[in-house]
């Protein structure tokens, strides 16, 4: 088993930054991916960003690609999303996830264990 925490979300001015931290606890963690998705009231999960945890390799959704960074620390077993948050669609709740087996890291199945999610709001 692998228990995710996320920290980090609140309430931001639009156009200011917020960062969003994950930490992975449980099993020996070697895990394919790791993700953010977010879910705003009515609307279905979205895939934000995802890191490779072997190369770092990033990945974003089209939406959020210049305004928001993903890292990972893997002697720690954290993800970290850095946002600039200045979209209508940011406020959400923000969901970290991990993903054991390789697979699309855009896909909610890739992911095998989820966090119980961060709100973040933004304030005009």
């Known amino acids: 088993q692998v228990q995710l925490v996320e920290s980090g979300g609140g309430l931001v001015q639009a156009g200011g930054s917020l960062r969003l931290s994950c930490a992975a606890s449980?099993?020996?963690?070697?895990?394919?991916?790791m993700g953010w998705f977010r879910q705003a009231p009515g609307k279905e999960r979205e895939f934000v960003a995802a890191?490779?945890?072997?190369?770092?390799?990033?990945y974003f959704a089209t939406s959020v690609k210049d305004r928001f960074a993903i890292s990972r620390d893997k002697r720690k077993n954290t993800v970290d999303l850095q946002m600039n948050t200045r979209k209508p669609e940011d406020p959400a709740v923000y969901y970290c996830?991990?993903?054991?087996?390789?697979?699309?890291?855009?896909?909610?199945?890739?992911?095998?264990?989820w966090g119980q999610g961060t709100q973040v709001t933004v304030s005009a």
């Open positions: 996830a991990t993903g054991i087996d390789s697979g699309s890291v855009y896909r909610p199945r890739t992911y095998d264990y």
């Open positions: 449980g099993r020996t963690f070697a895990p394919f991916v």
């Open positions: 890191i490779t945890w072997n190369f770092g390799y990033p």
